[in-house]
């Protein structure tokens, strides 16, 4: 997949044709081994414009895959979707993350010369784009994260070469990275290393103050510290020595990385370079994590919750990065949530912690939980680890993740309150205030796009109505087109019945971001979702849905309360009799009238436009 989708047996290309099939086969391969649902699939074929025969033609094209790979290439219909195991073959992306994660180790322990050999050998693995024969859908979606991967690893090659003094040999490839990545601080470093050591001090003072204009042009940010403290280093004369540890190089500089055990896990998804927002929230969560130095022996849980697309997982990942420093012993994380929504098994998720816990080769092959919890409980006793679970649905789920020693902390997200994590600090997220929402919406679009039509800009902020998700997909579609003004998009936005369809970005989606908590609610309180909804945007009180459903009011009750325990309503305060009242956010309501008189939720924009057009305005 490192290139155009291939198969390829005995040494051969297998002939297949047509962007339709690679896609498939590519989807089924990045799921690795899990369910990719029918969903999804439709998604990565035809976008939002899936002809009427989609299930017959999936089931073609997965048909015409079964033929090509043969018998020992197995794809399974699991519902909702499918999953395929290769079994004995290959997959270049496999390796290359296995050579890929063996060089930066190698690099970590400063073993250059072997670092270079498993980075070079990682490298070699890519054969052009990524999805090059694919559609642009499953290209969209997918090949930025690989393209990531390669320049990460190409940053670690560069390091190892640089510790081995070839500084001269790299200035010319440097050059030409620079100019294809002029966003990538570390890449930019490496050539101002390399410019220095070989005594153009004059050109590496020019090439920090390029790249400073143009992240302050691009991004509208100042440089890095990584990038400062190279700067820095080139003015105090002392950038021309020997190379830092690979370590430092690795992890961005800082010193606490040498320090770090070599086999120390680190788990943690990228920080998010724009983070907005979330001051408070976001010092409580650290001051939680850090330490208490008292030595209290009590479990530090945290838990953030909020409905979907508030953050909740860009402010537990930015967190979890600002206090690395407390958790020598490495960083945990696994998304408790499948891609098509679906909770994860435990025993899935505790195996792959388990295999960055220690060798792989010792977690047993067994489906025994219990088995699997002792041996997870045995590799964190004791150790100052951080472990991140993200998009947890349940104690069910949850209970087996958790350590039963003081030592690790654990920072959980979800949707809902955990009565597993009881006594835990938790953050409960709101929307965005408008300040708020006009300063990432700023950061996803660019201040100058933002700044050159501000009522465009308030207008969106009004429609996102503070829910980041929302913010950062219009922010993401305005960066793309640069010769278009925000005002068309803010429009569109303006219209409650096109509002959901134009919430989309590549595979930021609001609709589908809030598919998983509508699927997790029970039959009946799915049924009423979308007639409390047409109730209007105000808080309604129990007497006025129980009106509405033609129920008595304390079985409303019942199911507003659980609707707000999904994250799907909010409590807003109590109308003039001290009862509760219930609050739709704006684009929930929207949601859920896109869901009514029978429409489903998997279907086309345009089928749930139609269900928009007739219910939006109701009283």
């Avoid at 749930?608 to 305005?617: A, F, G, K, S």
Wanted: charged share 25%; proline share 8%; glycine share 8%.
């Amino acid at each position: 997949m490192l290139g155009p989708v291939e198969v390829r047996r005995g040494g051969r290309r297998v002939a297949f044709s047509g962007a339709k099939l690679h896609t498939v086969l590519a989807a089924l391969l990045v799921a690795r081994e899990e369910v990719i649902s029918d969903e999804r699939l439709c998604r990565l074929l035809w976008g939002w414009a899936p002809p009427a025969t989609v299930s017959a033609q999936l089931y073609t094209y997965v048909s015409r895959l079964r033929k090509i790979l043969g018998d020992d290439v197995l794809i399974d219909r699991r519902p909702p979707g499918y999953a395929m195991s290769i079994g004995n073959a290959t997959l270049d992306l496999t390796e290359f993350e296995k050579l890929a994660l063996s060089g930066r180790e190698a690099l970590i322990a400063e073993d250059f010369e072997k670092a270079g050999e498993l980075l070079r050998g990682a490298l070699a693995r890519w054969n052009g784009q990524p999805f090059a024969n694919a559609t642009e859908y499953l290209a969209d979606a997918e090949a930025p994260r690989l393209t990531e991967a390669r320049a990460v690893t190409l940053e670690h090659r560069i390091a190892a070469d640089l510790a081995l003094g070839r500084h001269e040999q790299l200035t010319g490839e440097l050059t030409g990275l620079v100019a294809e990545f002029p966003l990538r601080e570390r890449i930019r470093c490496q050539l101002m290393t390399a410019l220095c050591r070989s005594g153009r001090q004059a050109d590496a003072i020019h090439l920090y103050h390029h790249g400073r204009a143009v992240l302050a042009d691009e991004l509208g940010v100042n440089p890095g510290e990584e990038l400062r403290a190279t700067y820095r280093a080139l003015l105090e004369g002392t950038l021309d020595r020997q190379p830092r540890p690979a370590a430092a190089v690795v992890s961005g500089g800082r010193r606490e990385a040498a320090e770090r055990t070599a086999g120390a896990p680190a788990m943690l998804p990228p920080d998010t370079v724009d983070f907005t927002g979330r001051g408070p929230e976001l010092e409580l969560l650290c001051r939680a994590l850090a330490p208490d130095g008292q030595g209290s022996g009590r479990p530090r849980r945290v838990l953030v919750t909020g409905m979907a697309g508030l953050g909740k997982t860009a402010l537990a990942v930015h967190a979890a990065h600002r206090c690395q420093r407390h958790f020598p012993d490495g960083q945990l994380y696994a998304d408790l949530r499948a891609p098509d929504g679906t909770p994860r098994h435990p025993t899935r998720v505790l195996r792959r912690l388990l295999r960055a816990l220690g060798p792989a080769e010792e977690v047993p092959a067994t489906e025994d939980q219990d088995q699997l919890v002792r041996l997870y409980r045995e590799r964190t006793r004791g150790r100052q680890l951080l472990i991140v679970l993200d998009n947890a649905s349940g104690a069910a789920q949850l209970g087996p993740l958790l350590p039963n020693t003081p030592e690790p902390a654990v920072l959980v997200t979800g949707r809902t309150a955990l009565p597993t994590v009881a006594g835990a600090h938790t953050v409960a997220l709101a929307p965005l205030a408008p300040r708020d929402s006009l300063e990432l919406l700023s950061a996803a679009a660019g201040p100058a796009r933002v700044a050159a039509a501000p009522g465009a800009a308030s207008a969106i902020v009004e429609h996102c109505a503070g829910l980041p998700l929302a913010l950062r997909i219009v922010g993401t579609r305005i960066a793309a087109r640069p010769h278009s003004t925000p005002d068309r998009l803010a429009r569109r936005l303006a219209d409650p019945v096109t509002r959901l369809r134009e919430l989309h970005s590549g595979d930021l989606d609001v609709h589908t971001s809030l598919l998983p908590s509508w699927r997790a609610l029970d039959p009946e309180v799915r049924a009423v979702f979308p007639a409390l909804a047409a109730l209007g945007p105000q808080p309604f009180p129990a007497a006025d849905a129980a009106m509405a459903l033609g129920r008595p009011e304390a079985e409303a009750e019942r199911l507003l309360e659980a609707l707000a325990d999904a994250a799907l309503l909010e409590v807003s305060g109590a109308d003039e009799w001290g009862q509760p009242c219930y609050l739709f956010h704006p684009l929930v309501r929207l949601f859920a009238l896109s869901l009514a008189e029978g429409a489903a939720p998997d279907c086309t924009p345009a089928a749930r436009t139609e269900h928009n057009r007739r219910l939006t305005h109701r009283p």
